[in-house]
């Protein structure tokens, strides 16, 4: 019998229309658009406005459209995962909450957490599901409205993030063809330096953890910073050296979008030029489980069957690593 492995055979994207812009953030808080562009290469991020709408919203239409492109049938899913920090609740899962909009009735679905490092992990355990042979069709969704959590009076973290989801479908490859490794790690030491205090069973809601601003995201920012170059890049070059690859053989570094310096350190680690590298933190900054398939629906038309590409992300936990696949089709 030959040896099943997961391809990504369609990517879908989703951004809320809503931009801002560093001239809006400079109105907001003391920060000027060189500083925000040198710094991080960012120039504006979407947010998803109006009253109730929550990272589901995003997911759901991501997914929506990846079953129209592939010509899927909501039913024929067997899996939804959704990776995400910013959950619509702590329960049910967003995951449910997307698989029943889209009319997913025959899938389980259920939500992972390992903050920005969230797309990786889901689509390893994803694949994993399609290699055993159970599954056929499953979906990872990376999905996060990170203007939910986000202090918009601290200058440091407020101009990273911004609201995005992407999702792919994972089906069965007999030709060898899609994911081949992957190295993913995590280091809990990593909770000090960026985290969300309160809200969840630790610290529930109380004036007191309101008063003490505990429910949005507090980011060491140089340190985790310093992680993220190193433990990103180490392990994309790991994994690049263990499988023989040379900057010639990878065509594309997909890299978490959190800031253009650290992308730029990864790329140089594993000799690969910048026209190899998808970047398009630009326009939609840091949107955590969302980078990853909104910078594959990014370049998807230039994506070629037998491209090999390198994913690799760090984020809170601390939680890092890469990736290797192979691209399963031509863009149509
Ligand atoms: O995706 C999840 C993982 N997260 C990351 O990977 C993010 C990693 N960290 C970073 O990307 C960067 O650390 C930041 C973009 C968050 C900050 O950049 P930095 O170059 O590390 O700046 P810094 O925090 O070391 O601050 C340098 C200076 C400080 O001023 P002084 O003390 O030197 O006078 C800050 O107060 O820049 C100041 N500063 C700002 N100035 C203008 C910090 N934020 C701003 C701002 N505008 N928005």
Redesign the pocket.
């Known amino acids: 019998m030959k040896k099943i492995t997961a391809a990504i055979t369609g990517v879908n994207g989703y951004v809320p229309e809503y931009i801002l812009g560093n001239q809006e953030?400079e109105t907001m808080?003391?920060?000027?658009d060189e500083?925000?562009t040198t710094?991080?290469g960012i120039k504006e991020r979407r947010i998803l406005k109006g009253e109730g709408k929550g990272s589901s919203v995003m997911g759901i239409k991501a997914v929506q459209g990846l079953l129209e492109k592939t010509g899927t049938k909501a039913e024929e899913i067997d899996l939804l995962i959704c990776s995400t920090v910013t959950p619509d609740m702590q329960f049910p899962a967003t995951g449910n909450i997307i698989a029943e909009a889209v009319g997913a009735k025959n899938a389980f679905s259920y939500d992972m957490n390992a903050?920005?490092s969230g797309f990786l992990y889901a689509l390893i355990t994803g694949s994993q599901f399609i290699e055993t042979g159970k599954h056929k069709k499953v979906v990872v969704v990376g999905t996060d409205k990170m203007s939910s959590i986000v202090d918009y009076s601290d200058?440091?973290?407020?101009?990273?993030f911004g609201d995005g989801a992407g999702a792919v479908l994972l089906e069965p490859n007999e030709d060898g063809l899609g994911i081949q490794d992957s190295i993913l790690r995590t280091d809990g030491s990593g909770e000090a330096y960026?985290h969300m205090k309160a809200g969840g069973s630790r610290y529930p809601a109380s004036e007191e953890t309101l008063a003490k601003n505990w429910h949005t995201i507090h980011?060491d920012?140089?340190?985790?910073?310093k992680?993220?170059v190193s433990r990103m890049a180490d392990t994309a070059e790991e994994l690049a050296k263990k499988h023989q690859l040379s900057g010639d053989d990878i065509n594309w570094l997909v890299p978490?979008q959190?800031?253009k310096?650290?992308i730029d350190a990864t790329a140089r680690r594993i000799d690969i030029p910048d026209e190899k590298v998808m970047m398009n933190i630009q326009r939609y900054g840091?949107t955590?489980n969302g980078?990853l398939p909104l910078c594959l629906w990014d370049y998807e038309n230039q994506l070629k069957k037998g491209d090999t590409l390198i994913l690799a992300?760090?984020?809170?936990g601390f939680t890092w690593g890469a990736i290797y696949l192979t691209w399963a089709y031509d863009a149509k």
């Open positions: 953030l808080v003391d920060t000027n500083w925000i710094r991080t903050a920005c200058r440091a973290t407020c101009i990273i960026l980011q920012g140089s340190t985790v910073f992680f993220a978490h959190a800031n310096r650290i840091n955590t980078t992300a760090f984020g809170g």
